[in-house]
């Protein structure tokens, strides 16, 4: 030992290495290896993924516990750093598999396990897949941004685009694609929500995955002191919490009724025809000399169309006498020619004035996609969706007597696409007509109504939410509850509604932002794998 310390060539090595010089591209090769490796085993992070799942979930109504959703997000992204493909999809799966699960058990309450497993299932498919490009972007994050304010700068952008890539095209496909449980509906009570106006459902969703994947990217980044990890982390939060409400300016009121009739109007409920026609119509009567200037009654309102049916156009009449020629605005089902459609009616002054057909069926439960296949599959359950509805192709507004009424039946109201039409249509006021009869004591009905929440903030718009069954509500363009009828009971809600003309943010560049904060995730990830492997330095 005495003689190689004495050799100068061993000294001169040791210099090297040992050299300030050469000790920050040491620094760097280990800061590059760890950007690679896992933060936790696969045993670990599949067990966090189902953890995260249950989180995720956590932030949606009933239970409306907003933080815990952007904790499973992180929970999620976490799992994914440092994943082969087989292990990214195995773990997205299993997060969104457990999430659906979850948040969508409702749909067991009478069609039982086999949809609900289906749909948990097949949207996991989704989640893996938006999972497995978020974990290549972070493989290969260290070749494509070798500078770390380029990682701090870029690198989250990425992952909060391919988020909403996700979310995007699950919403949207096959079928009309299912467009429940994005981030961004966990926020309808969280201080994050009045974003809502300027960026829109999907660019919140952005804006909340950019910061959870900003914090843990802070977090990772060395050598960072604390005390510049601390401020860095709070600046970006501050800026996202800074964002001012719109000011959602208002034009004048409208006296609006809506009656929810608690009436058995499920799949499954038997009820003699008309049933649920006089539920709306004795609830109707009960605001005799209030002299509304709209009456609005729930999806499937009238279990009788009034345009084929006597007694139900009869019945309408009444209501609209008594009520001081008030139109009504009444869910039913219409059958023209060899097709069925899911309508809306304007009905004043003895006749159908206007009708919307319902943009947005559901797949499954409305119409029945590739209707042999399934049926081979599942032939009990595809049986109960004894007839498929017609997409809808009219326009989205009624003229009530002056008033733009802007429509929506039940599903539509999670399409944003179909929502931000409303509003460009010029109407003054939403209403949202829905039948949750089918979901019974479940947590849906307040989901949705958290949707509808969310919808009146983003487009600056009060929302009448009707429903059958509950719960219904009027909300006010801040999103605020200006009436509200508890859930299976029988009630009318009558207020003078705010009216609002002009447009948010979001109403105008809403499907712009979604389309280019999903294109920044595909470049991203495009540069991520063109990326040319980083070569070690000479010293």
Not at 10 to 30: G, I, K, N, Q, Y
Not at 51 to 65: C, N, S
Not at 278 to 289: F, P
Request: glycine share 10%.
């Amino acid at each position: 030992m005495t003689t190689l310390a004495r050799d100068p060539s061993v000294r001169r090595r040791s210099a090297t290495l040992s050299s300030p010089a050469r000790r920050p591209r040491l620094d760097e090769s280990l800061d590059r290896a760890r950007f690679v490796r896992p933060v936790m085993p696969l045993w670990l992070a599949v067990l966090a993924a189902a953890a995260a799942g249950v989180a995720l979930d956590a932030g949606f109504p009933d239970k409306g516990w907003w933080p815990f959703t952007l904790v499973g997000v992180a929970v999620v992204l976490l799992a994914l750093i440092g994943r082969s493909w087989w292990q990214a999809l195995l773990i997205g799966f299993v997060a969104g598999a457990v999430f659906w699960g979850v948040d969508i058990f409702w749909l067991t309450l009478y069609l039982g396990p086999v949809p609900w497993l289906g749909l948990a299932g097949f949207m996991g498919l989704y989640f893996a897949a938006g999972s497995l490009l978020i974990a290549l972007v972070y493989r290969r994050a260290d070749r494509a941004w070798p500078s770390r304010w380029g990682r701090l700068g870029v690198l989250p952008l990425v992952i909060a685009g391919l988020w909403i890539l996700r979310e995007g095209v699950s919403a949207v496909w096959p079928w009309g694609g299912f467009s429940w449980g994005r981030v961004a509906m966990s926020q309808s009570e969280s201080p994050t929500s009045d974003l809502v106006a300027w960026v829109g459902i999907s660019g919140l969703s952005f804006v909340l995955v950019w910061l959870v994947a900003f914090l843990i990217q802070v977090a990772r980044e060395s050598p960072l002191r604390p005390g510049i990890r601390v401020l860095t982390a709070g600046i970006a939060m501050a800026a996202v919490l800074a964002v001012p409400a719109w000011p959602a300016p208002t034009q004048g009121t409208s006296r609006i009724a809506a009656v929810q009739g608690n009436s058995d109007a499920g799949l499954f409920s038997q009820h003699s025809p008309g049933d649920i026609l006089s539920d709306h119509v004795a609830g109707s009567l009960t605001l005799a000399g209030q002299d509304p200037d709209m009456v609005v009654w729930p999806e499937n309102g009238s279990d009788l169309d009034p345009a084929r049916y006597p007694y139900a156009a009869a019945a309408l009449d009444e209501v609209s006498a008594t009520l001081g020629g008030a139109p009504i605005i009444a869910g039913t089902i219409q059958v023209r020619g060899d097709k069925v459609y899911n309508t809306s009616l304007l009905w004043q002054d003895g006749r159908v004035q206007d009708f919307y057909d319902k943009r947005h069926p559901v797949p499954f439960a409305e119409w029945m996609p590739a209707r042999d296949f399934f049926h081979a599959l599942a032939p009990d359950l595809v049986d109960l969706v004894t007839r498929d509805y017609e997409f809808g192709s009219t326009d989205m507004t009624f003229d009530v007597n002056g008033i733009i009424a802007g429509i929506s039946i039940c599903f539509d109201i999670t399409d944003d696409a179909v929502m931000r039409e409303t509003t460009l249509e010029g109407a003054q006021v939403l209403l949202s007509q829905t039948n949750n009869a089918d979901f019974g004591r479940t947590d849906e009905n307040l989901q949705q109504l958290a949707i509808a929440r969310l919808r009146a903030i983003e487009l600056g718009r009060s929302v009448v939410n009707i429903s059958t069954v509950g719960t219904s509500a009027i909300i006010a363009p801040d999103g605020s509850t200006i009436e509200e009828i508890p859930a299976f009971q029988p009630g009318t809600m009558l207020a003078d509604v705010p009216l609002a003309t002009t447009l948010t943010p979001a109403s105008v560049v809403g499907g712009q932002l979604e389309w280019l904060g999903a294109g920044f995730g595909l470049l991203g990830l495009a540069v991520a794998l063109t990326a040319r492997p980083l070569r070690p330095r000479r010293p």
